[in-house]
């Protein structure tokens, strides 16, 4: 990427899909929670963090030690301790636990009004810290740090140098490769079957071949619930048998190839005199049902023959590994693909999900499924668990999302993220999985729908553009100087009350003059704050104007302190132009100085500055186009705005003997704007061009709405600057005004 330099424009999938070369898609996902042993791997390592917090917790040897860290004693200064917030927290957190007084200035540096209690997070984040991160920090006895690694290690709590009691990467591991995906393999091939039929051109990819299994295969005594080649293999034929079905399966791998025995003739045909191969019984099956295949010599024909007769529909469901099938192989056949492979980086699993989105010119209406797999932490630690807690599978899931652009589920628009996904909601316990599983299940059958639909989404736009949208919290839009204006208003109306109160008792009981006067001032005053903050109210009920009332507050104090500074230089050219003007807008750049350059036409820089014209015009980030009949200019302007593609088609008639009809369709570039075009530009528009962004079209900005615009002689005449005035060497003295008077020769000069 270094080498060849930034990328000038990224083509996406979205495009590819409008201009035909990718069919349209949609991704699914399919849910599933641990096998019951898996479950019970969790709780263990959930109880053993426990055990082990509890344990902690008691050590009064721990206790000591913690509170010989030297940010207690003020040894560390506020920004180191603030370097991580979170341990300091896990520190005062523990103090507290053990009631223990917290330093309020660590307290009041943290932020926290009030700190939660300790738990197995808030141990993990402090062991990690007195283990590894902060050993220099406390006064601790060596022979205690490494008897308590080895305590937590002998638990499974240590993994490379980071203490895990909350995510192990054993546990997320066994849960990325549950045995539970198999049946969410089994429901997707059998639905998908169901849904297609005979058309059905299915690929699962996965990690692992296991070989092992090899003689499993047509042998009921041998249980195949492993994730890999051969036990998909055995296991889907298994149920296949069971249902009476009349998929037929195939395996294709480096090592290993399985194909139907109906299908031996065709592969021989398809690989001809480009090799040889001999074939053999798979495990306890018939030679009558499936067949090994074993390549002669180099087996590098082997994989394009298989892939004919799977195209030919020998086969339904294909199934092999990621590092054969993943990238580089191609078979547009494919309708329907199944992510059975752990493979997190948006790079290798696009590449493995391009394998089914490539168009198929004998059938031009496909359109491709493509699943993922996902498990689950137990259920009832998902609903207490935040998004980057729910499971790995969960994250990785979000991680291709982010990177994949498609089809939203109910809104015919183009996006990327989880959002899209829309029938994915929390909470995901299992009656609620149970219905995002069916519901993914039937959207995957309504493949006519999801061309229509990709269709829509995609002529909404001739030219597709990608935007970044960042959401905001109305919560995060602080109203704190909205709530001030109520505060005052409500302590402003208590004020009124009391003062007419008063009031109304000093008239009934006495005639009080101090009395009466202090209750009317209470009056006056309630009234003057209502009559002040009331506005107020109205202009800062929005964030957005709250927003502009802070900015306006910052910015005037940062100009009254004199902070801003705004760094401008004005270059005036002459006829023969500033020396070296090329290297003093480089210069200047460099400096993060701002110049602008006007210029009536490009051809004056050019007269004056020569070939370094365009060296000049090169440092400018901004250029604006305010109109002009140049023709320098205009040729320039128009080839940086670039074309557009039009449609255009030309009819013809030839008439003789017999009449005959052509129509002739062609793309032709046409320029966005051409010359004439740009000569005659309306006036009150103009063309922006910025760095990074493409030219285009805008209003000029109405002078008359300038606050400043009243001081201008256009609004009242009596601003006109009078040049004459200005530069008049006439003295007017003033009544007893003291002057120096010179007397000047001038006869000699």
């Known amino acids: 990427m270094n080498m060849c330099g930034e990328i000038d424009e990224e083509i996406t999938i979205p495009e590819l899909v409008k ?41 009064t040897q721990f206790l000591t030690y913690v509170r010989s860290h030297k940010g207690f004693s003020g040894q560390l200064s506020d920004d180191l301790l603030l370097d991580n917030p979170a341990y300091l927290a896990s520190l005062l957190i523990y103090l507290q636990s053990k009631n223990i007084a917290i330093p309020s200035r660590l307290q009041r540096l943290l932020g926290a009004k009030k700190l939660p209690d300790m738990n197995v997070q808030w141990m993990e984040r402090l062991l990690q810290g007195f283990l590894y991160d902060d050993v220099d920090s406390y006064l601790c006895d060596k022979t205690y740090r490494e008897l308590l690694i080895a305590d937590l290690k002998s638990d499974g709590l240590i993994e490379k140098k980071k203490v895990v009691m909350t995510k ?152 092999g590994t990621k590092s054969l099938l993943g990238e580089g192989w191609d078979s547009p056949c494919i309708n329907s693909l199944i992510l059975a492979s752990f493979v997190g980086s948006f790079m290798l699993s696009n590449q493995m999900r391009g394998r089914a989105i490539r168009v198929m010119k004998e059938h031009p209406e496909k359109t491709s499924n493509i699943w993922h797999l996902v498990c689950l932490r137990p259920w009832n630690e998902v609903l207490k668990a935040d998004d980057n807690q729910i499971s790995e599978d969960y994250s990785m899931l979000e991680r291709r999302m982010e990177h994949f652009l498609g089809l939203h589920y109910t809104e015919n628009t183009i996006e990327n993220g989880m959002k899209r996904l829309s029938v994915i909601k929390t909470p995901f316990n299992k009656t609620n999985i149970d219905r995002i599983n069916r519901q993914m299940l039937k959207m ?163 007269a004056i500055y020569k070939d370094n014209a365009d060296t000049i015009i090169g440092n400018m980030d901004t250029s604006i186009f305010l109109g002009g009949k140049e023709p320098t200019t205009l040729k320039e302007l128009a080839a940086v705005l670039g074309k557009e593609t039009i449609d255009t088609y030309n009819t013809g008639e030839s008439r003789g003997r017999e009449t005959s009809h052509s129509l002739n369709y062609q793309k032709l570039g046409k320029e966005l704007m051409s010359q004439d075009e740009l000569a005659v530009m309306d006036g009150g528009k103009c063309i922006l061009q910025l760095r990074g962004v493409r030219p285009f079209l805008s209003d000029k900005y109405d002078i008359t709405r300038h606050p400043n615009f009243k001081y201008t002689a256009d609004a009242d005449k009596r601003n006109t600057f009078d040049i004459e005035a200005f530069l008049s060497a006439r003295l007017k003295l003033k009544p007893d005004e003291v002057c120096d008077v010179y007397e000047v020769d001038t006869e000699g000069v």
Not at 23 to 49: A, G
Not at 494 to 502: F, K, M, S, T
Not at 564 to 572: F, G, I, N
Request: proline share 2%; hydrophobic share 40%; charged share 25%.
């Open 19 to 59: 201009e035909g070369s990718l069919c349209p898609h949609q991704d699914y996902v399919y849910f599933n929670y641990p096998t019951k042993e898996e479950e019970k791997e969790v709780r263990r390592f959930e109880e053993r963090s426990k055990a082990m917090t509890e344990k902690i917790m008691r050590d």
């Open 168 to 319: 192990s990467a054993a546990v997320e591991k066994m849960l990325t490769n549950s045995l539970g995906k198999c049946n969410s393999i089994r429901d997707i091939v059998f639905h998908e079957y169901e849904a297609s039929g005979q058309d059905l051109r299915l690929l699962v990819l996965t990690d692992y071949i296991r070989k092992e299994y090899e003689k499993a295969i047509g042998n009921t005594e041998y249980d195949v619930n492993s994730l890999g080649v051969l036990p998909f293999f055995e296991m889907l034929r298994r149920d296949n048998e069971k249902k009476n079905e009349q998929i037929r399966f195939g395996v294709l791998c480096g090592t290993i190839v399985i194909i139907p025995a109906e299908a031996r003739e065709a592969l021989e045909q398809a690989i001809g005199m480009s090799g040889k191969v001999t074939f053999s019984r798979i495990g306890n099956l018939s030679e009558t049902d499936y067949l090994k295949v074993t390549a002669v010599g180099n087996a590098h024909f082997l994989t394009g023959a298989v892939t004919d007769i799977f195209s030919k529909g020998y086969m339904q469901v294909l199934i």
């Open 444 to 606: 995957s059958g309504q493949r006519d729908t999801l061309k229509e639909r990709w269709n829509s989404a995609l002529a909404v736009y001739d030219k597709m553009d990608i935007v970044d949208e960042t959401e905001v919290k109305d919560k995060f839009v602080t109203s704190v100087v909205f709530w001030d204006a109520i505060l005052t208003m409500i302590l402003s109306g208590i004020l009124c009350l009391i003062g007419a109160i008063g009031a109304g008792i000093v008239a009934a009981a006495s005639q009080n003059g101090i009395l009466a006067g202090t209750c009317y001032f209470f009056i006056a005053a309630g009234l003057a704050g209502i009559m002040i903050r009331f506005p107020k109210i109205f202009m800062l009920g929005s964030p957005l104007k709250r927003l502009k009332a802070f900015g306006n507050g910052i910015r005037k104090a940062l100009e009254e302190q004199q902070l801003l500074e705004e760094t401008h230089c004005k270059v005036e050219t002459e006829s023969n132009g500033p020396d070296k003007l090329e290297k003093l807008v480089a210069t200047i750049r460099s400096r993060e100085i701002s110049a602008c350059l006007v210029l009536q036409a490009q051809s004056q820089l050019k």
